[in-house]
């Protein structure tokens, strides 16, 4: 009977990716280009390019800052990738990587509201993709980072937060970690446990869990409650391999892991009330054996794509009170999906210069309280895709925190900004509608 069930969930989890190939080949791309201002006649094209345009690229010579006024810059991002660290498909190039970018354009618009240009680039040099991102300025409101392997990917997102006018976001650090901490949040709830007693394991030591150990240490988690894990073992104050090689991971050795545990993934899980994993795809990666170590009520987020790190079902029959993936046939999806959209949304409508990690940590409470509101319990610990009042939330209360912390152009309200993302993402899902209904 179990090996019949476990059959056929195997079944449902394959399906995707089947139905995928069919349906990408058929509409040959999930995006385009549509215009949004009034074509009535040929007679239009004289207000919306020669001779009417020119009046309009007079005044923003004069004002640069009208360009947001007068052109789609306000709304428009670009996602740029160089297809290193795709998914965890791993370095499979840029031409391969833009089926990836323009699924998440497909997310911004529909659920943000957000006009997003997908830009796959033919290099892997941190000089070149941090002049790239420079050069393109002009035409964006904003940047997302994304699939970029590590650790060129700190330092590329380091240094364009200082010398960018537009708000620089990887969503592979930042945005796992808001949707990460979300989830903990209901988690702890659901078990009874404070942020600041749980020791966390964490598998992998990738930009998403090097980020999420910051985010959740700005949280509240006690930094030497921390154990992370990379290929070579726990990261602890004698891995010297890594004090010239890799700054962000020296930096968690000294100040994570209180014990000085020096062992691999079992030793770091044992006794431990929080597993987040981000490392290989599945199944198999983590054990059910190693599960049993953890302390009760144990709380398991085995995130790598396409597949999770151990079946959920696995974990939960090794005695985890709560499994979350990263996948959206099982319950408890950590889906960046839930961030990133809203987030911008809130950027973009208050032109922040930046995206500050109290935003993201603002995003994580509100996104928590988005779910617990409905009711959380161990199968829904954090929002679905489908409400879609959880992105004007989320934009309200970045957009809040950056006003509040001074980096915001348009000074609004939380509640002008909340009006203003709620009508931009409602006005985007009808548009799509009526395409769908035609």
């Known amino acids: 009977m179990e090996k019949r069930i476990e059959k056929q969930l195997l079944k449902k989890a394959n399906r995707p990716q089947e139905q995928a190939l ?11 280009i549509i215009p949004k201002c009034r074509i009535k006649d040929f007679n239009d094209f004289a207000i919306w390019y020669t001779p009417g345009v020119a009046a309009v690229s007079k005044a923003i010579e004069k004002q640069k800052e009208l360009v947001f006024e007068y052109t789609n810059k306000w709304n428009t991002i670009a996602i740029i990738s160089d297809g290193t660290r795709v998914l965890g498909l791993g370095d499979i190039g840029p031409e391969a990587a833009l089926p990836v970018m323009e699924g998440k354009a ?3 618009k529909y659920l943000g509201g957000v006009d997003a240009v997908c830009i796959c680039i033919n290099t892997k040099d941190t000089e070149e993709i941090i002049r790239t991102v420079k050069i393109l300025q002009p035409s964006f409101g904003g940047i997302n980072l994304e699939d970029i392997s590590q650790p060129k990917c700190f330092e590329i997102l380091e240094r364009l937060k200082q010398d960018c006018e537009i708000p620089i976001w990887h969503d592979d650090q930042q945005g796992t970690a808001t949707v990460t901490l979300a989830a903990l949040i209901n988690a702890l ?3 009874n446990k404070k942020i600041n007693n749980i020791k966390i394991a964490m598998i992998g030591a990738g930009a998403a869990n090097i980020c999420i150990a910051r985010i959740l240490i700005k949280a509240g988690v006690e930094p030497g409650k921390i154990i992370m894990v990379d290929s070579k073992g726990t990261l602890h104050k004698h891995r010297n391999d890594l004090k010239q090689t890799h700054k962000q991971k020296w930096e968690l050795c000294l100040k994570t892991n209180q014990e000085n545990i020096i062992g ?3 030793d770091a899980i044992k006794n431990s009330d929080v597993l987040i994993s981000l490392s290989a795809s599945g199944p198999g990666i983590i054990k059910k054996e190693w599960i049993k170590t953890m302390n009760n009520n144990a709380i398991v987020f085995v995130c790598a794509n396409p597949i999770p790190e151990i079946w959920p079902w696995e974990a939960k029959e090794a005695g985890a009170k709560i499994v979350a993936t990263g996948r959206s046939d099982f319950p408890n999806q950590v889906n960046n999906s839930l ?5 911008f949304r809130g950027v973009l409508d208050v032109r922040a210069k930046t995206i500050t990690d109290e935003m993201c940590i603002e995003a994580s409470i509100e996104l928590a309280k988005c779910a617990e509101e409905k009711g959380i319990g161990p199968n829904n610990i954090i929002p679905n895709m489908d409400d879609i009042n959880i992105f004007p939330r989320i934009a309200s209360v970045v957009g809040n925190m950056a006003v509040k912390q001074g980096i915001a152009r348009n000074n609004l309200s939380k509640k002008q900004i909340y009006s203003k993302a709620q009508n931009i993402i409602k006005r985007s899902r009808q548009k799509i509608k009526f395409l769908m209904d035609k």
Do not use: D, M, N
């Not at 069919?22 to 385009?32: D, M, P, Q, V, W």
């Not at 961030?339 to 987030?343: L, R, S």
């Open 264 to 266: 691999s993934a079992p």
């Open 189 to 191: 709830k659901i078990v």
């Open 339 to 343: 961030g990133f959209p809203g987030i």
């Open 106 to 108: 497909l997310l911004f």
């Open 22 to 32: 069919k349906l990408h080949k058929f509409y040959r791309g999930k995006i385009e």
